[in-house]
T-cell receptor, first 115, second 119 residues
Framework: DTGVSQDPRHKITKRGQNVTFRCDPI?????LYWYRQTLGQGPEFLTY????????KSRLLSDRFSAERPKGSFSTLEIQRTEQGDSAMYLC?????????????FGQGTRLTVV | AQTVTQSQPEMSVQEAETVTLSCTYD???????LFWYKQPPSRQMILVIR??????QNATENRFSVNFQKAAKSFSLKISDSQLGDAAMYFC????????????????FGQGTILTVHP
């Protein structure tokens, strides 16, 4: 257990529907990252929060994607009007300022399937 | 932009033997961190080992060690005395070491290497 909980673990949705994922770090980490991992590939960076501020967004994050981190604790990632190309594993990772040069702790991910 | 390349999609090793996973990267930075992460099937990604670019000494963690060649931009992982529990997808990852900035802490991953351990 890395101390990062993601919910749901699996989500199947119909194309065009909206979905929301949640990431809950168990302990305080001021830095939070979302990554997307397609089958057989390495994770790709989506967005980064420092506390509640979203400081960076990848060009992979189209305008159908939105992420929030109210109060600098948990985070949500919403995908509107889902497309089949959105099918992937969505990973949340956290790190703390005190350990910012070392490891990031990953959640188990949310596997999204768009049918 | 930084890139990380793992040229071995799959590797296999006999239990108790040694295996080396390869990784190359490209960056114009002089200070950075390199990592190897392990991702077992349906489980969380966990850190195996890290290397600071300014350190010449190769990092070692128990049965895991790296061969860091900064000039060649190469960062291989050696697993000694392989165990069945080592079977997983292994990712090489790069992180900038910037003085603040928006890229600070973001990881760039390679494509991964699937390691199979035969009993």
């Amino acid at each position: 257990d890395t101390g990062v909980s993601q919910d749901p673990r699996h989500k199947i949705t119909k194309r065009g529907q909206n979905v929301t994922f949640r990431c809950d770090p168990i302990s305080e980490h001021n830095r939070l990252y979302w990554y997307r991992q397609t089958l057989g590939q390495g994770p790709e960076f989506l967005t980064y929060f420092q506390n509640e501020a979203q400081l960076e967004k990848s060009r992979l994050l189209s305008d159908r994607f939105s992420a929030e981190r109210p109060k600098g604790s948990f985070s949500t990632l919403e995908i509107q009007r889902t497309e089949q190309g959105d099918s992937a594993m969505y990973l949340c990772a956290v790190s703390s300022r005190a350990r910012e040069n070392t490891e990031a702790f990953f959640g188990q991910g949310t596997r999204l399937t768009v049918v | 932009a930084q890139t990380v390349t793992q040229s071995q999609p799959e590797m296999s090793v006999q239990e108790a033997e040694t295996v080396t996973l390869s990784c190359t990267y490209d960056t114009s930075e002089s200070d950075y961190y390199l990592f190897w992460y392990k991702q077992p099937p349906s489980r969380q990604m966990i850190l195996v080992i890290r290397q600071e670019a300014y350190k010449q000494q190769n990092a070692t963690e128990n049965r895991f060690s790296v061969n860091f060649q900064k000039a060649a931009k190469s960062f291989s992982l050696k697993i000694s005395d392989s165990q069945l529990g080592d079977a997983a997808m292994y990712f090489c990852a790069y992180r900038n070491l910037g003085a603040g900035g928006t890229s600070y802490g973001k990881l760039t991953f390679g494509q991964g290497t699937i390691l199979t351990v035969h009993p």
